[in-house]
């Protein structure tokens, strides 16, 4: 029996499918190469905005339109969960649906649809189940924030942190299996810890660094009031964990983030960033934002604007308002239109574009570390630690050479710079080195 699984959404949702991938396996499943290969084709759905719900429901259709014989479409995950009648009822090619943490029972249902078909898992099949020389390493589900306009506390419950065991064991397990970049995610990871006693984020960094080989550590998703100068300091002092942080603040201007239920005020923001980069030296900052929230005027989104020339973030990414049903959000009033959304949303991006693109030109000319996730002929594409894999840009590297393989820390010289991306060439291949990649 051969399974295969799309994963759509965020990180937290490729680290679910990792986990069940793994499970599938540990049952005698096989990873299938393909969707024509498979018996069963899975859906990892994201029910969190209007464009992801579009792209989910979008892909479930895609799939639903190549089954053919005895293949049968599992849908799972967010968008299952809270839409799952509906989905039934536009999508009839749907075998079976499952909504978040039912692992146990989707894995049931396959097996009671195999047939007679033989189960066994090969080793290769085994090792497709984390193929990147970097993995995704939950930490917590749920949230216990009250964002107004976030539907996720409905759909994946409170806050609750992973054992620090569990977390550990499975750091353990993905870097013997070759990852060199373990990245720790979660709603809120700043929160990690909080049913446990004496036992938080800096804790369990503090055992994660402490795994004896050459890694790297990549922190996402910090709530931007309960990030301490504990935690700085432990990243400033580690050569482990990389010198980036994601920090969500989803708007600058006071009166938006109490409408959004943010906790923390544009003072406090510009305070947090100033004495991240005084702490860490040559941190890259990554922040998103939400335009076009109920309520938002152009002095609130020129405020916006002030702000983001002012802090010149590393990476930066926005969104356009979306009404969540259930959310206190979608009561609010005045809805500002899509027109006035798009066109704030494209203002910043040109923006954000000017600013990484100066950003990336100091490069040029420098010699940057790099990890190599992608080797393709004479092409090779590689990460600074300024880069997040799937969200941030990369650098192209030409004509690479035989010896370079993916998982390979590098030295490049940066030679070009675009807006998100950057060219190199290599300059020296070697085991990971006992430092960070640098600038």
Do not use: W
Not at 19 to 30: D, N, R
Not at 329 to 337: E, F, I, S
Not at 392 to 397: A, E, H, K, Q, S
């Amino acid at each position: 029996m051969k399974i295969h699984i799309t994963t759509l959404g965020c990180p937290k949702n490729t680290a679910d499918s990792g986990h069940l991938a793994k499970a599938f396996a540990g049952e005698g499943f096989e990873l299938a190469g393909g969707e024509d290969a498979a018996d069963m084709l899975l859906v990892n759905t994201c029910g969190f905005i209007k464009d992801a719900k579009e792209e989910s429901i979008e892909e479930i259709i895609r799939i639903s339109k190549l089954k053919k014989g005895m293949q049968k479409l599992v849908v799972f995950g967010c968008l299952a969960k809270r839409y799952n009648d509906e989905l039934r009822s536009e999508i009839p090619e749907i075998d079976a649906m499952f909504g978040v943490g039912e692992d146990v029972q989707i894995i049931e249902y396959c097996k009671k649809n195999a047939g007679n078909k033989k189960m066994s898992v090969s080793a290769k099949s085994a090792k497709t189940v984390n193929p990147t020389p970097y993995a995704y390493l939950k930490i917590a589900d749920g949230c216990d924030k009250k964002c107004t306009f976030c539907a996720i506390p409905a759909i994946r419950g409170r806050f609750k942190s992973s054992s620090p065991e569990a977390v550990l064991q499975e750091a353990e397990e993905y870097l013997k299996s070759g990852v060199k970049e373990l990245i720790l995610v979660a709603q809120d990871i700043t929160n990690f810890g909080k049913e446990l006693k004496n036992y938080g984020l800096v804790e369990l960094l503090k055992d994660l660094i402490s795994i004896k080989g050459d890694f790297y550590i990549r922190l996402l998703y910090l709530y931007p009031t309960e990030i301490t100068d504990e935690l700085l300091q432990l990243i400033a002092a580690s050569d482990k964990i990389q010198n980036y942080l994601d920090i969500p603040l989803q708007h600058s201007e006071d009166k938006m983030l109490r409408l959004m239920g943010r906790r923390g005020t544009r003072k406090d923001y510009l305070k947090l960033m100033r004495r991240i980069r005084k702490i860490i030296p040559g941190v890259a900052l990554r922040t998103t934002f939400i335009v076009g929230f109920p309520g938002e005027t152009e002095d609130d989104f020129n405020g916006l604007v002030d702000f983001i020339e002012e802090l010149r973030f590393d990476r930066l990414g926005v969104f356009k308002y979306s009404k969540e049903d259930g959310t206190p959000a979608a009561k609010l009033a005045p809805n500002v239109p899509e027109k006035i959304k798009d066109r704030r949303l494209d203002e910043i991006m040109t923006r954000q574009a000017v600013i990484s693109l100066e950003k990336n030109k100091e490069l040029v000319g420098r010699t940057c570390r790099a990890i190599v996730d992608e080797v393709d002929g004479e092409v090779a594409l590689a990460r600074l630690y300024s880069h997040a894999p799937e969200i941030d840009g990369l650098v192209i590297i030409e004509k690479p050479g035989r010896r370079l393989k993916p998982a390979s820390i590098v030295d490049i010289e940066i030679t070009e710079a675009y807006d998100y991306d950057l060219k190199g060439r290599l300059v020296h291949l070697e085991g990971l080195a006992r430092r960070k990649p640098t600038k």
